[in-house]
């Protein structure tokens, strides 16, 4: 499924039937992309699916420049070389990608000007579906996408054309076959010789092949010609790893073979190989399409600044790049930030100097800055930097998804409140209370214990859900409860909805700081960003989930915290609950202990200290208290009738 028009080039009549392998392989596509994503969970090893070969053919544009594509899948993304100066860049770079069932399988193909001296642009992108794509009958595996505005994406701004296919795992290892051929294929006269055959048996480093060289050599010529052609050694291995494995170490790499199994064997050996003899034309080893898009401009400014790309916390309190991986597409995506301020948070947050500015005035100089902010932000003449800010969050901000247009909004801080169309974010499970939301378009950490955010997240000094709450909320359960975090940052829809159903009870003011949330502070030892801002705490009573504790914090820039509902009012999960002018922010919920089982995906990535970028109305998580209560009634019901 691409965006916008995609039109698969069937050939005409006479085309023959496709193997039936490859028709299990279209089967299993076709189960996947027509089930609930929601159902699907913990499939075993084995639902592999397949290694994808994806080309990134050529792209027709709207101006001449010299253009270079990215392909992007779950945590890794791959660019090609940059074309001439054109409106018709031609590539024809290719990549293999391995496919799992319930694995990372919608794909960003994202297309950029290139820039000599900075950064270079995104001036289009489209999102595939590969279960969908490969599951089409095509003669050719030839697909048609358009390219979408990154700041609208009902506006086309281009072309580009792909080549799509699961390749047949028996063909993958008879090609392996011929390319280990060619190493040793000395006179390259495409055959194998006695001695050069017995060269390669010793090569593949395994005992049984060098015990039984004589009798594979036998076994391989077929014809008795006295030479093993490619075909003959083709089947000889693709036979053999089977039975008794061959091949015990990776002829490209080195790495021993055989610690998981043949098929974990089988996709390193496809994937190496091709990396390792320049086969791949696409380039690979990058993290997120900005990073495989910068210039070298930028990269020699990224290099001085002694920043890193990573994954987790292990980088995530220095480096200038902060890493979220994408619900929806379980994609990496790069937060955009200004280098300037990032070194500044730096300075400020993680060090012991910046600790002690921090406490010899900055606080109240945060304060003032974040005033003066938000009444320049009210004014008239702030209207002018909305196509700026869009501008720079182009591929972050869907103006398609706003409610009004542009026009509409006479001051900056109008926009930055801006209300979405009704059906732009739909709501998981809006007949079933027991089942809780996410509460905000933002980044979010979940933890089942507060022991555990403080173990993989919060670094601040004596964090604790007493200190977040304030006395007078706190209770026992609350205080051994789960904690969900959800990070807004300024290019987000900064509305925030009820996560649950219940009645508001109450409302509790606690002025603080107004530290920044950006991660950078949030990994500080030196700081308790959560428990020192200024925040609103809200008790939410619901019959599913008792007590939740919903706890909207300001920050740096935040000129205040604006709640829709009073006390007494009865909300239903996805209803807006209120809003925070200009800057970033963050909500909390708190959940009596044992009241809810967050959703695995999302308690793994938080393990990892990676931010999940989800949207309002995602499935947050499952009340645990009507699982018990059903499964008590279950065991009553049985009792009774035993």
């Not at 320049?278 to 399409?289: I, R, Y």
Request: charged share 25%; proline share 3%; with cysteine.
């Amino acid at each position: 499924m691409g965006h916008g028009n995609s039109k698969p080039r069937d050939g005409g009549g006479g085309e023959a039937p496709l193997p039936s392998r490859f028709s299990r392989f279209r089967r299993r596509f076709r189960h996947r992309s027509s089930s609930d994503p929601s159902l699907i969970k913990n499939i075993a090893a084995e639902d592999f699916a397949g290694i994808a070969r994806i080309e990134i053919i050529e792209a027709e544009m709207k101006f001449k420049d010299r253009w270079l594509a990215c392909l992007s899948l779950g945590e890794r993304t791959y660019r090609t070389e940059k074309s001439e100066n054109t409106e018709k860049p031609v590539w024809k770079s290719a990549k293999k990608v391995v496919l799992e069932i319930d694995g990372p399988h919608i794909a960003r193909i994202s297309v950029f000007e290139t820039n000599r001296f900075s950064r270079n642009s995104l001036v289009g992108y489209c999102d595939i579906n590969l279960f969908e794509i490969l599951s089409r009958e095509s003669e050719d595996n030839r697909e048609e996408l358009s390219l979408l505005d990154p700041s609208m994406s009902s506006t086309i701004v281009g072309s580009i054309s792909i080549s799509c296919y699961v390749e047949d795992p028996i063909e993958t290892e008879k090609s392996f076959a011929r390319r280990i051929l060619s190493i040793v294929d000395y006179n390259e006269d495409g055959k194998l010789s006695r001695s050069e055959f017995l060269e390669l048996m010793n090569a593949f480093g395994n005992q049984l092949a060098v015990a039984k060289r004589e009798e594979l050599f036998k076994q391989a010529d077929k014809n008795g010609d006295g030479l093993v052609d490619m075909d003959e050694l083709a089947i000889l291995i693709a036979d053999q790893q089977e039975k008794e494995p061959l091949i015990s170490t990776c002829p490209v790499c080195g790495e021993i073979l055989g610690k998981y199994d043949k098929m974990n064997d089988m996709i390193h050996i496809t994937l190496c190989f091709d990396e390792g003899t320049g086969n791949q034309v696409m380039t690979g080893g990058f993290l997120t399409d900005k990073q495989a898009s910068y210039g070298w401009m930028f990269k020699l400014s990224e290099w001085i600044n002694f920043s890193s790309y990573d994954v987790g916390l292990r980088s995530g309190s220095s480096a200038s790049h902060i890493l979220v991986i994408d619900r929806r597409t379980k994609r990496l995506v790069e937060e955009i930030i200004d280098g300037k301020i990032v070194l500044s948070m730096r300075a400020i947050y993680q060090s012991k100097v910046g600790l002690a500015l921090i406490n010899t005035g900055v606080k109240e100089l945060l304060q003032n800055i974040s005033e003066k902010q938000g009444r320049q932000m009210n004014s008239p003449e702030s209207a002018k930097d909305i196509p700026k800010f869009i501008e720079f969050f182009k591929d972050q901000i869907n103006m398609d998804e706003v409610k009004y247009p542009i026009e509409y909004f006479k001051t900056f801080n109008e926009f930055f409140i801006r209300e979405l169309r009704p059906d732009a974010r739909p709501i998981a499970w809006n007949d079933r209370d027991d089942i809780a939301i996410c509460a905000a378009d933002s980044r979010l950490m979940a933890f089942n214990s507060v022991s555990d955010s403080s173990r993989f997240w919060i670094k601040g000094r004596k964090f604790s859900i007493q200190g977040l709450l304030g006395l007078d909320t706190c209770s026992s359960d609350l205080s051994n409860g789960s904690l969900v975090i959800f990070r807004l940052a300024p290019q987000d829809y900064h509305r925030f909805h009820v996560p649950v159903s219940g009645i508001v009870e109450s409302f509790v003011d606690i002025p603080g700081y107004l530290y920044t949330v950006n991660p950078i502070a949030v990994n500080s030892k030196y700081c308790n960003v959560f428990t020192e801002n200024k925040r609103v705490v809200s008790v939410i009573s619901t019959e599913e989930f008792g007590k939740v504790a919903f706890v909207a914090i300001g920050a740096t820039m935040v000129g205040s915290i604006t709640f829709l509902k009073k006390e007494g009012d009865y909300v239903h999960k996805g209803d807006e609950f209120g809003y925070f002018s200009f800057g970033g922010s963050t909500v909390i919920c708190v959940f009596e202990k044992g009241a809810i089982q967050i959703d695995d995906d999302l308690l793994v990535n938080s393990e990892r200290a990676l931010e999940t970028l989800v949207s309002v109305g995602m499935t947050l998580g499952v009340s645990k208290r009507k699982q018990a209560t059903e499964e008590a009634l279950r065991f009553e019901k049985c009792t009774l009738e035993t």
